[in-house]
């Protein structure tokens, strides 16, 4: 009988530790994110809604550039990732997000809170940059075997960042605005 309770105890816990890689994750601000308000450092969270064995859970992140345009012509950006998960309960674990869509507080999509419409940009650029720098000091310090080895740590040192811009003012998503994430765990990382 106990086998049984600790086989169903385990089955229960182990879904919830696994993240298959690119999972999509529905999570909803829990405060308002915005160019005029927040600075880059400022940390981010949002609930997660599905899937349903992580509702409930936190996602945290951090705003890595924030600024607003001028009033007539310029063209507001809001950088951001988000790369922690902490369950209800467990330890956090290290995730790399890449927004794939959003949803501002009501419930229009790919436009913020203004209605402004926002552009969506990723460092996939900065990220085959990393990995390029990395097989380069790899290389100069161990041969092909180096390479190899310094574009792995280059692309994992990346992480992928989210830029949103939009010809406006302004950028600004309010608490409840629905964020689709691609989301993948980092290996070892909290």
């Known amino acids: 009988m106990r086998q049984i309770i600790s086989i169903l105890l385990a089955a229960a816990v182990l879904p919830a530790a696994e993240i298959p890689k690119n999972s999509e994750f529905h999570v909803k601000l829990t405060a308002p994110l915005s160019t005029e308000t927040n600075k880059k450092g400022d940390k981010i969270s949002a609930v997660v809604a599905t899937p ?6 936190v996602m945290e992140g951090e705003v890595k550039e924030s600024k607003s345009g001028n009033k007539y012509k310029g063209t507001s950006t809001l950088l951001f990732s988000f790369n922690k998960l902490v369950p209800k309960e467990g330890e956090p674990i290290g995730v790399s997000a890449d927004v794939k869509s959003f949803v501002n507080s009501k419930g229009k999509a790919n436009v913020d809170e203004e209605g402004q419409i926002i552009e969506k940009k990723n460092n996939l650029g900065k990220i ?12 100069l310090a161990g041969g ?31 608490a409840g605005s629905e964020v689709v994430l691609s989301v993948t765990k980092r290996d070892g990382k909290k």
């Not at 085959?128 to 380069?136: R, V």
């Open 52 to 57: 349903a064995e992580w509702a409930g859970a």
């Open 128 to 139: 085959a940059l990393a990995s390029g720098a990395g097989a380069l000091v790899g290389a």
């Open 144 to 174: 092909g075997t180096g390479a190899a080895i310094g574009a792995g740590v280059g692309a994992g040192a990346a992480i992928i960042l989210v830029q949103f811009g939009a010809k406006a003012p302004n950028i600004r998503f309010d």
